[in-house]
């Protein structure tokens, strides 16, 4: 026979522990009973002289049966023996009965776990349990188990406003296309110039969409760490600093860089990647006129580098959500730069990947460090 119920599974098993603790407890009683007091009577009877004998009267109509001391007291043992098992059966069914209701209370909150375990989806992750008893086993299971709630809870909150952000970064482009699509249906008789002019807004449209989605490819793909190699990082941030020139010189920005000869192991296209959207940042949020200075130095365990901007600056409020996907300080004036908000935290995961390090500092009107650890064993 099975039972599913747990409840009925450990009040059985504790009734049969018990009702066995009885019997051997009423064994032992008798053994000892029987051991230490009959015993010893008898034998003593035994050693007795027999009585002499007389003749043979028939005294029953006369004198009372006499019994000997051993079966009396025998008798007597007979009824303890009968109030003793009578005894141990009480306590035994109270004992199961004790057992049972304690059993019963206790996996009460386990249902109450299985009733709320059973009532969490996606859309209703925010419920939370509530037991009496917090600090049993049940109660710390139930504590764990809002925590993973909770943990879930924020994910889903973020994958949802990833993908909100997502679709809003990807429609701006896609409905300037379509605005200047209809601009063009609207002209009676559209010149070449026309056209060429909503070519390149189109085009433009275009690269920006193919840069979110590489860039949102990239964020999302956890297996972006292959190709490792030994990368010059000298070679690399100069040939950064030839990628941003025309940009710099466009804003009459100085762009520096000075360091050791420093090689690093890594994978070149993502640090490359990294570096660049800290060095372009430092030149789309620099006045004209600016300075930008990219540093870098070699410990004993670590390389370092900066990059120094005498730009716009960050407000301390904002430099904690700088590394989320799609946070910008301020939309509007942003948004015309052409960000999309990705550039931050393409950055950061790259370098976690590498297992490095991220650092800002910064001052309102004044300008920003981004410092980047890497472990010189960095893969
Ligand atoms: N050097 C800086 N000086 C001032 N503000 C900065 C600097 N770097 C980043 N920021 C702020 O941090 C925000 C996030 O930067 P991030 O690079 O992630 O996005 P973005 O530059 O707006 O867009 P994207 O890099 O995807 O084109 C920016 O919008 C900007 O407000
Ligand atoms: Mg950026």
């Given at each position: 026979m099975k039972f599913k119920s747990l409840k009925i599974k450990l009040t059985i098993l504790i009734s049969l522990v018990l009702i066995g603790t009885v019997a051997l407890l009423t064994f032992i009683t008798f053994k000892n009973v029987d051991n230490r007091i009959l015993q010893p009577i008898q034998n003593f009877e035994l050693s007795q002289p027999a009585a002499p004998s007389t003749p043979t009267e028939d005294l029953s109509d006369v004198a009372p049966v006499v019994t000997s001391p051993a079966e009396e007291i025998q008798g007597l043992n007979k009824n303890f023996q009968l109030s003793y098992v009578y005894w141990m059966i009480g306590i035994a069914l109270l004992g199961i009965l004790i057992c049972y209701y304690l059993i019963q209370k206790n996996l009460k909150s386990l249902l109450t776990l299985k009733n709320s375990v059973q009532d969490v989806n996606e859309h209703r992750l925010s419920s939370r349990i509530d037991l009496p008893n917090k600090e049993d086993e049940v109660g710390q299971l139930a504590h764990e188990y809002n925590l993973m709630l909770e943990r879930l809870e924020q994910s889903f909150a973020y994958q949802k406003s990833f993908a909100e952000n997502a679709a809003h970064e990807l429609k701006t482009p896609l409905t300037t296309m379509k605005l200047n699509l209809q601009i063009l249906d609207l002209e009676e008789k559209p010149t070449l110039d026309d056209y060429k002019e909503h070519h390149d807004i189109s085009k433009n449209s275009i690269n920006q969409l193919i840069d979110i989605v590489d860039q949102l490819l990239l964020v999302s793909?956890?297996?972006?760490?292959?190709?490792i190699e030994e990368i010059s990082l000298d070679l690399l941030i100069m040939d950064l600093v030839t990628l941003n020139e025309t940009d710099a010189i466009e804003k009459n920005i100085e762009l520096t860089h000075q360091g050791t000869p420093v090689k690093i192991i890594g994978n070149k296209v993502l640090l490359t990647q990294a570096l660049n959207n800290i060095i372009n940042n430092g030149i789309k949020y620099t006045p004209a006129n600016g300075a930008i200075n990219i540093s870098y130095s070699k410990t004993k365990e670590n390389i370092m580098i900066k990059v120094t901007d005498n730009g716009i600056g960050i407000d301390q409020k904002d430099i904690p959500f700088l590394f989320e996907p799609f946070y910008r300080v301020d939309e509007s004036r942003t948004r015309s730069l052409?960000?999309?908000?990705l550039g931050l935290s393409l950055t950061k995961k790259i370098i976690d990947m590498h297992h490095g390090k991220i650092k800002v500092t910064s001052t309102l009107n004044e300008g920003s460090v981004f410092q980047i650890i890497l472990p010189l064993t960095s893969r």
């Open positions: 793909n956890n297996e972006l760490l292959q190709n052409g960000g999309s908000g």
